[in-house]
């Protein structure tokens, strides 16, 4: 029984941990976003970027997409870790 009880605690804390680093993964990635996006949108013709737990969210990579000439090109489903693969082309 104290086994199981030290396993929960340890997972509980394990899951609180991870929630909190990807938190500040997820904030350092939103505020260091139009550098990011200068460097993903840097005028190939094709960009691919994984939008997931502790990046950019969705909402600020198509809006920096549109405003640096691209177009959201396809969407991928979510995978079980949460990520989705965009593709963006240039505007001709």
């Known amino acids: 029984m104290e086994i199981l009880l030290i396993g929960?605690?340890?997972?509980?804390?394990?899951?609180?941990?991870?929630?909190?680093?990807?938190?500040?993964?997820?904030?350092k990635s939103e505020a260091d976003a139009?550098?990011?996006?200068d460097e993903l949108f840097n005028g190939d013709?094709?960009?691919t970027y994984e939008s997931g737990f502790a990046a950019m969210n969705f909402d600020t990579v198509v809006k920096g997409a549109l405003e640096?000439?691209?177009?959201?090109?396809s969407k991928g489903d979510r995978n079980s870790?949460?990520?989705q693969k965009l593709v963006?082309?240039?505007k001709a």
């Open 34 to 37: 139009p550098k990011l996006l």
């Open 8 to 27: 929960l605690i340890l997972g509980v804390g394990a899951a609180v941990w991870f929630a909190r680093a990807a938190s500040k993964a997820n904030k």
């Open 81 to 83: 870790y949460g990520m």
């Open 45 to 47: 013709a094709v960009v």
């Open 68 to 73: 640096r000439g691209y177009d959201l090109h």
């Open 88 to 90: 963006f082309t240039k």
